[in-house]
Nanobody
Framework: QVQLVESGGGLVQAGGSLRLSCAAS????????MAWYRQTPGKQRELVAA???????NYADSVKGRFTISRDNAKNTVYLQMNSLKPEDTAVYYC??????????????WGKGTLVTVSS
């Protein structure tokens, strides 16, 4: 059983910074993609940033230059450093792990979400 624990959300003023963390636990051999998504009421969940095993990353245009995703494979943890936050970044942020290889095969997992609120 793979479990994800997210942390780091909260309230911050515009221009401030937050760092999100998502730690996966369980019998994990490897994780292909570790990503962050976000969702606001009435909108579809959107990809914010993804870190692929092997080193490549990609970002939504709206966060390029402000957010940085990183992963620690030894700890099965992914981070999202968010700088220069804007009110439009307010959302529930979800951790997503894709192609997690375990003794039972592989699967995809979602965290429960952490709320980020940016005040103007």
């Amino acid at each position: 059983q793979v479990q994800l624990v997210e942390s780091g959300g909260g309230l911050v003023q515009a221009g401030g910074s937050l760092r999100l963390s998502c730690a996966a636990s369980g019998s994990i051999f490897s994780i292909n993609t570790m990503a962050w998504y976000r969702q606001t009421p009435g909108k579809q969940r959107e990809l914010v940033a993804a870190a692929i095993r092997g080193g490549s990353t990609n970002y939504a245009d709206s966060v390029k230059g402000r957010f940085t995703i990183s992963r620690d494979n030894a700890k099965n943890t992914v981070y999202l450093q968010m700088n220069s936050l804007k009110p439009e970044d307010t959302a529930v942020y979800y951790c997503n792990l894709e192609k997690v290889v375990t003794p039972n095969g592989y699967g995809d997992y979602w965290g429960k979400g952490t709320l980020v609120t940016v005040s103007s």
